[in-house]
């Protein structure tokens, strides 16, 4: 089997393509792969970080606004697409599968015209501008959230999760938190703003750390390496010795560190909530502004709406708003659990299984 999967731009496309190679490789060890992005994305660290052969090819997204690099995009566009058949004629994959993000758009479509199988997978509960373009072209759709199945065609649309949710699922508890200087014996709270940080969440959480000090609860906080320096300054002007509050840049095993916390801060993307579904996390959600067609906050308000998370719109987030949320889940037994169990009972453990299932059909 010849897999070639494509996405870029975040984390949030990135991470479930890389779930599913990791999982047709443990099926098919002889299965072979190539995974096609961009220089300046995220992916260009993270998959050839994981192993997985990796191709790059150069776009760029449209501007809003009137502007002349909007004339670059489309050459660009229309290049990338004559690069990704070049690439693909010479890899000759069974099927292309696309994660979101621009670069997809190119490969995806190339891979149609090429006459090969194609599945695009929609993470969020708003279809990107990437993936409404190839729905028209590809096989199958994958999503994640019912609410977009109205954005695609409907005899394409499969309803599969997120491959991150399976990878996390099968995780034990551990004593991950003594990594961190912090007792695994002891309720813990989550901080984090998304693989790059957040700024609007580091005010919050820095203005509200000398409440924290003083709770029954320890808090585990990352600031984003492209924040640290300056989060970290601040902590220490603040902290004497707080050995129940750790601040660090960056949380680079996550899911383990996921399935030892109790509650979880943090914005609402969309692999995000994948991950703290299938582990049945109570979370208070702030989700970001700064994202298209504000999906956030609309994948946020699908959990809320049962009862499965609390959320803290951006322009609410400070130190009252955000302490009061967590003291209601860490100092409220039954409202954390029952909240538990409702997150729990929206996560797909089965994810993967489900998009594997589609791939087989395609390509048998």
């Not at 050995?243 to 680079?252: A, D």
């Not at 100092?331 to 169990?341: D, I, V």
Request: net charge positive.
């Amino acid at each position: 089997m010849k897999v070639l999967v494509s996405g870029g731009g975040t984390g949030g496309h990135i991470y479930p393509a890389v779930s599913l190679v990791k999982y047709i490789q443990k099926k098919h060890p002889d299965a072979e792969f190539l995974f096609v992005g961009t220089k300046k994305g995220l992916e260009s660290k993270i998959v050839p970080d994981q192993g997985i052969p990796f191709e790059t090819i150069e776009i760029q997204g449209f501007r809003r606004s009137l502007s002349p690099s909007n004339f670059k995009t489309v050459y660009l566009f229309l290049k990338s697409i004559t690069d990704a058949k070049k690439i693909i004629k010479k890899f000759q994959p069974d099927i292309v599968i696309g994660t979101g993000g621009y670069v997809c758009g190119s490969v995806v479509y190339a891979a149609h015209k090429l006459k090969i199988p194609t599945i695009i997978h929609e993470q969020n509960s708003v279809a990107g501008v990437t993936n409404k373009f190839l729905s028209r072209y590809v096989d199958k759709i994958g999503i994640c959230f019912s609410d977009v199945a109205k954005d695609f065609p409907s005899q394409k649309v499969v309803m599969v999760g997120n491959p991150r949710a399976q990878e996390v699922a099968g995780i034990e508890k551990s004593d991950v938190l003594k990594e961190y200087e912090l007792n695994p014996e002891i309720p813990t709270v989550l901080i984090f703003g998304g693989s790059r940080g957040a700024m609007a969440i580091n005010d919050a959480v820095l203005e509200s750390l000398p409440i924290l000090v003083d709770k029954k609860y320890q808090v585990l906080y990352a600031s984003g390496d492209i924040y640290f320096e300056e989060v970290d300054k601040r902590w220490q002007t603040l902290s004497e010795d707080n050995p129940n509050i750790k601040v660090v840049p960056y949380i680079k095993n996550m899911e383990h560190v996921l399935r030892n916390v109790d509650v979880v801060v943090g914005r609402a993307g969309a692999t995000s909530l994948a991950e703290i579904t299938s582990l049945g996390l109570p979370s208070i959600l702030i989700p970001s502004p700064n994202v298209t067609n504000d999906h956030q906050t609309k994948n946020a308000q699908s959990l809320v709406n049962k009862n499965a998370a609390l959320m803290v719109r951006n322009a609410e987030l400070n130190k009252e708003t955000l302490v009061s949320a967590v003291d209601k889940l860490m100092m409220n037994t039954e409202k954390k659990e029952a909240m538990a169990k409702a997150s729990k009972a929206e996560g797909i453990q089965d994810a993967t299984d489900r998009l594997y299932q589609l791939i087989v059909e395609l390509t048998s």
